[in-house]
């Protein structure tokens, strides 16, 4: 038989040995290392580079896309402020100008290889302009990007008028996901019922649970462990999310230990954010100052299931960005301190299969046989080079249809003495044993 594509050559994430990738229907038909005698429509020689399934963004805010200095900046660079400035943009929003400035970053999303997002949508608006844009947007972008939508209560369920309403409103209208955010709350007594709510209305729906939880720097912030034994008693086990979670990077670590243990054990995912969290955290601090990131490595040591998410793309949080989750991951690198060689591996999993757990897609992620042929081909032969040269990402395919190509960058190097090119690779042409 002739198949629809044959990839030729490619390396996969931790394999030594180079693999043919045969593609039909839209489907991996068959994998293995020598598949030449196969014949097919289109063939791609990936010369060793990697072929990865395609990156996932875990958290990220659609709706305040490429919002930056609407209607104004944010001077003191903090998470309240920022949280400020979205309010007084909140009431121009409208749908022609959400779904316009979504549909633009998910294409620079889908362009660099993110071919799965979820998105919190704020529902802190009675009129949920938002939400109706993004329901529209999840089906429009089908045939490029898989679109979770997490109804999120940016100013509280509690603390925002008729927020259990609107909530529950928006899990009608089809949101994926129930949010949360106990930690901006008024109370801390109010920030314990909105993870009981958020955890209510999950069950009803029969749907998975993603709250902002701790995104602060205060040592006492400790709904996350509000969470976990809610998980647990509720016996919601693998089907809930932590995102930020940023006060463990604060807390005592007798505390730290205790709460990673009990994550463990209620086996919920925690997302972190390093764009945002670096920028956001550690605002009131002198010297020395936090890092506001979770505590990634010892969470990953203990077994709890982490992901990455952008978070925010030019909007009144983060001024920056340009949806490139492999960019996320070599900060995330950076700021964790997993620089060690099978560190970095465990990394590039951060926006890959932890985060196809996380968003429990794993049954039709990845590249095996009989599972959907999404997937991206890197300029660079391992995770280690991509995470360090953050390459283009040459192709990438979507259920055996290639939605988009980058042509490599070529830089040349012109000598007074020679006047042939000297082309710049940035890879070394000689290693250390």
């Given at each position: 038989?002739?198949?629809?594509?044959?990839?030729?050559?490619?390396r996969?994430?931790?394999?030594?040995?180079l693999v043919?990738?045969?593609?039909?229907?839209?489907?991996?038909?068959?994998?293995?290392?020598?598949?030449?005698?196969?014949?097919?429509?289109?063939?791609?020689d990936?010369?060793?580079?990697l072929?990865?399934?395609p990156f996932i963004d875990g958290?990220?805010h659609?709706d305040?896309?490429?919002?930056?200095g609407?209607?104004?900046?944010?001077?003191s660079?903090?998470?309240?402020?920022?949280?400020?400035?979205?309010?007084?943009?909140?009431?121009?929003?409208?749908?022609?100008?959400?779904?316009?400035?979504?549909l633009?970053e998910?294409?620079?999303?889908?362009?660099?290889g993110?071919?799965?997002?979820?998105?919190?949508?704020?529902?802190?608006d009675?009129n949920?302009?938002?939400?109706?844009?993004?329901?529209?947007?999840?089906?429009?972008?089908?045939?490029?990007?898989?679109?979770?939508?997490?109804a999120?209560?940016?100013?509280?369920?509690?603390?925002?008028p008729?927020?259990?309403?609107?909530?529950?409103?928006a899990?009608?209208?089809?949101c994926?996901?129930?949010?949360?955010?106990p930690?901006?709350?008024?109370?801390r007594?109010?920030?314990?019922?909105d993870?009981?709510?958020?955890?209510?209305?999950?069950?009803?729906?029969?749907?998975?649970?993603?709250?902002?939880c701790?995104?602060?720097?205060?040592?006492l912030?400790?709904?996350?462990?509000i969470?976990a034994?809610?998980?647990?008693?509720?016996?919601?086990?693998g089907?809930?999310?932590?995102?930020?979670?940023?006060?463990?990077?604060?807390?005592n670590?007798?505390?730290?230990?205790?709460?990673?243990?009990?994550?463990a054990r209620?086996?919920?995912n925690?997302i972190a954010?390093?764009f945002?969290?670096v920028?956001?955290q550690?605002?009131?601090?002198?010297?020395?100052?936090?890092?506001?990131?979770?505590?990634?490595?010892?969470?990953?040591?203990a077994?709890v299931?982490v992901?990455?998410?952008?978070?925010?793309?030019?909007d009144?949080?983060?001024?920056?960005?340009?949806?490139?989750?492999?960019?996320?991951a070599?900060?995330a690198?950076y700021?964790?301190?997993m620089s060690g060689?099978e560190?970095?591996?465990?990394?590039?999993?951060?926006?890959?299969?932890?985060a196809?757990?996380?968003?429990?897609?794993?049954d039709?992620?990845g590249i095996?046989?009989g599972?959907?042929a999404?997937?991206?081909?890197?300029d660079?032969?391992?995770?280690?080079?991509?995470?360090r040269?953050?390459?283009?990402?040459?192709?990438v395919?979507?259920?055996?249809?290639?939605?988009?190509?980058?042509?490599?960058?070529?830089?040349?190097?012109?000598?007074?003495h020679?006047?042939?090119?000297?082309?710049?690779?940035?890879c070394?042409?000689?290693?250390?044993?």
């Amino acid at each position: 038989m002739s198949y629809d594509v044959l990839i030729r050559h490619a390396r996969l994430h931790r394999q030594s040995e180079l693999v043919d990738i045969a593609i039909q229907d839209g489907m991996f038909s068959r994998i293995g290392q020598d598949l030449s005698a196969l014949s097919a429509t289109r063939v791609i020689d990936a010369e060793g580079r990697l072929v990865s399934p395609p990156f996932i963004d875990g958290h990220v805010h659609l709706d305040a896309v490429l919002t930056v200095g609407q209607p104004r900046y944010n001077s003191s660079g903090t998470l309240l402020e920022g949280i400020q400035i979205w309010g007084e943009r909140k009431p121009s929003l409208s749908r022609e100008d959400v779904k316009r400035r979504v549909l633009e970053e998910i294409q620079w999303e889908v362009a660099q290889g993110t071919l799965h997002i979820r998105s919190h949508v704020d529902v802190c608006d009675p009129n949920l302009t938002a939400l109706r844009a993004l329901l529209e947007v999840r089906e429009e972008v089908h045939d490029i990007c898989d679109l979770q939508l997490v109804a999120f209560p940016q100013d509280g369920i509690l603390s925002f008028p008729n927020g259990r309403e609107l909530m529950r409103k928006a899990m009608e209208l089809g949101c994926d996901v129930v949010g949360g955010i106990p930690h901006h709350e008024w109370t801390r007594d109010m920030g314990v019922e909105d993870v009981h709510y958020a955890f209510s209305l999950a069950k009803e729906f029969n749907c998975d649970i993603d709250c902002h939880c701790d995104e602060t720097d205060d040592p006492l912030s400790r709904f996350t462990e509000i969470m976990a034994a809610d998980t647990i008693e509720q016996g919601w086990q693998g089907r809930v999310t932590g995102s930020h979670c940023t006060a463990m990077g604060s807390y005592n670590d007798a505390y730290a230990f205790k709460l990673i243990g009990l994550l463990a054990r209620a086996q919920m995912n925690v997302i972190a954010n390093p764009f945002d969290n670096v920028v956001l955290q550690g605002r009131f601090d002198t010297y020395p100052k936090r890092r506001g990131v979770t505590r990634v490595k010892e969470l990953l040591a203990a077994g709890v299931n982490v992901a990455l998410g952008h978070d925010s793309i030019m909007d009144p949080w983060f001024p920056l960005g340009r949806g490139d989750m492999l960019a996320a991951a070599q900060l995330a690198l950076y700021l964790c301190h997993m620089s060690g060689y099978e560190e970095i591996d465990a990394v590039f999993n951060l926006i890959t299969t932890n985060a196809a757990r996380a968003l429990r897609i794993q049954d039709r992620y990845g590249i095996e046989e009989g599972k959907p042929a999404d997937f991206l081909i890197l300029d660079a032969p391992n995770a280690f080079e991509a995470l360090r040269l953050l390459p283009a990402r040459l192709h990438v395919f979507k259920h055996g249809r290639e939605v988009a190509t980058t042509t490599s960058a070529r830089s040349v190097l012109h000598r007074e003495h020679n006047s042939a090119e000297q082309v710049v690779t940035f890879c070394p042409q000689t290693q250390a044993d």
